[in-house]
């Protein structure tokens, strides 16, 4: 007998964060901002790489009388929420976000990551877009009707107002007492298109502020400023129609109550999500 105390295992603690979380500890990144992020950046290439394909004015300088791009941008979204949808609750959009922080269905910290994430993804689709064009003609980016001031109010009402409506389909069809039904994402991408179809022609159709930030900045830095000018409206608009979305839904659909198991998950998923 050597007299020592015998040594006890100690339990191995797995972390289970994502890759680049573990390697880079600086860098804050949960699966629900990875998501995010990688939708958004799909999201904005598709709808750049169609605009500049099968657009109004494509990048081989036809223009077409049917403007193609909002069905495969309709599409694309519904993709993305369906196969992103049961991370993050697949918002794409910094004005769902905001939509879903109003009803108290996301927390601010959480809700500030996915708008970073957002514009991120965004940015790197537009870039990414735009190399495999191989051009930097027609490169497309929301904007008001001619640039001319006195449609600015029109595309505002408008962009608030679609923007309302698609907030208001995501609450409704997923964060609602009808949440688990299989239509959501579908729902979501056909507001989009008929959407886009609608107003694309008065304010570019964005209903979206990464997708325009994303496009426009790309464009000045292919040297063309001109749509930065009103890159406000694209905040503010979908801002409002969020706002409006999320008082609407609050005075429609009551506040459901929760039982002990739905309030215990809750609360493990709120304590997983701290720990990024």
Request: net charge neutral; hydrophobic share 45%; with cysteine.
């Amino acid at each position: 007998m050597s007299g020592e105390a015998p040594v006890e295992d100690v339990p191995q603690i797995v972390d289970d964060r994502p890759f680049l979380a573990r390697k880079l500890p600086l860098l804050k990144l949960s699966a629900f901002q990875l998501v995010e992020g990688i939708g958004s950046f799909i999201y904005v290439m598709t709808i750049s790489l169609a605009e500049a394909n099968v657009g109004n004015s494509s990048i081989n300088g036809t223009t077409h009388t049917r403007n193609m791009a909002p069905i495969a941008v309709g599409f694309i979204l519904s993709v993305v929420v369906f196969s992103f949808g049961y991370v993050s609750g697949g918002h794409f959009n910094p004005a769902v976000t905001l939509g879903v922080l109003l009803i108290r269905g996301i927390r601010i910290e959480l809700a500030t990551a996915y708008w970073i994430a957002q514009c991120v993804g965004g940015l790197i689709g537009a870039a990414y877009a735009t190399i495999a064009n191989g051009t930097t003609r027609h490169i497309p980016a929301p904007q008001v009707y001619k640039n001319l001031p006195q449609y600015v109010v029109t595309a505002f009402v408008a962009e608030a107002i679609f923007t309302g409506i698609l907030v208001t389909v995501v609450l409704h069809c997923a964060c609602s007492t009808q949440k688990n039904n299989h239509f959501y994402g579908l729902a979501i991408g056909m507001c989009v298109l008929a959407a886009g179809y609608a107003v694309g022609g008065v304010s570019g159709g964005s209903f979206n502020p990464a997708v325009a930030f994303s496009l426009q900045l790309v464009k000045c830095v292919a040297g063309n400023c001109i749509p930065l000018m009103h890159l406000w409206l694209y905040f503010a608009a979908p801002a409002a129609g969020a706002v409006g979305a999320s008082v609407l839904f609050k005075m429609t659909h009551p506040e459901p109550k929760e039982t002990e198991e739905e309030k215990q998950e809750k609360a493990l998923v709120n304590s997983a999500q701290s720990l990024y």
